[in-house]
Nanobody, 122 residues
Framework: QVQLVESGGGLVQAGESLRLSCAASGRGFSSKAWFRQAPGKEREFVAGISWNGGRTYYSDSVKGRFTISRDNGKNTVDLQMNSLKPEDTAIYYC?????????????????WGQGTQVTVSS
């Protein structure tokens, strides 16, 4: 069993930055990802990172603005979000332990956090 707790969300203005953190407890290290879900929309992939941090990948909408990283000593995965836009407004979720299929699909992940709200005003 893996427990995930996100933190760091908030209200910012367009162009500003936020840093989200996901604290994991339970089983050993695994690949992790950040997803987001805006009102009335499906949950979408944002960024992913391999178990050792050696591979990172991003959705086209955040590439160049967001950076995912992890600290296995602290068992945390962070998402640095720069140059935020109003369209980045959503609840952001941390996900862990992809089982099979594409790691950019929500259905591939076994464990989820409760989410943290990010609101970007124009």
């Amino acid at each position: 069993q893996v427990q995930l707790v996100e933190s760091g969300g908030g209200l910012v203005q367009a162009g500003e930055s936020l840093r989200l953190s996901c604290a994991a407890s339970g089983r050993g290290f695994s690949s992790k990802a950040w997803f987001r879900q805006a009102p009335g929309k499906e949950r979408e992939f944002v960024a992913g990172i391999s178990w050792n941090g050696g591979r990172t990948y991003y959705s086209d909408s955040v590439k160049g603005r967001f950076t995912i990283s992890r600290d296995n000593g602290k068992n945390t995965v962070d998402l640095q979000m720069n140059s935020l836009k109003p369209e980045d407004t959503a609840i952001y979720y941390c996900a862990s332990d992809p089982t099979s299929g594409s790691t950019t699909r929500p259905s591939s992940y076994r464990y989820w956090g409760q989410g943290t709200q990010v609101t970007v005003s124009s």
